[in-house]
């Protein structure tokens, strides 16, 4: 399944929220600022209806495990995610 994000996009998670491309790149700047060389791994990925249900780990540099949560997301009909959130114990 291929998706991109929509222009006006909400995403939220226990630490942030915000709307659209431009915020959620910010978002993502500021997470690699904190977290150099952090990585994803994508554990579990369940997809019906234009939804999407994800869980995953969080590794450090090193390789150590740091996190482990969920995320859910939603497109529109035309395969551009319009909301996500994410969802852990901070």
């Not at 659209?20 to 150099?36: C, H, S, Y």
């Not at 780990?57 to 997301?73: I, Q, V």
């Amino acid at each position: 399944m291929k998706m991109s994000v929509s222009d006006d996009i909400d995403f939220s998670n226990p630490l942030i929220e915000g709307r659209g491309q431009v915020e959620l790149i910010e978002a993502m700047a500021r997470f690699q600022k904190q977290f150099p060389g952090a990585y994803f791994e994508l554990k579990t990925c369940i997809v019906h209806h234009e939804q999407l249900l994800s869980g995953w780990t969080l590794y450090g540099k090193d390789g150590s495990e740091l996190l482990m949560g969920h995320n859910y997301a939603r497109a529109n009909g035309e395969g551009k995610l319009v909301h996500t959130a994410g969802f852990f114990l901070a």
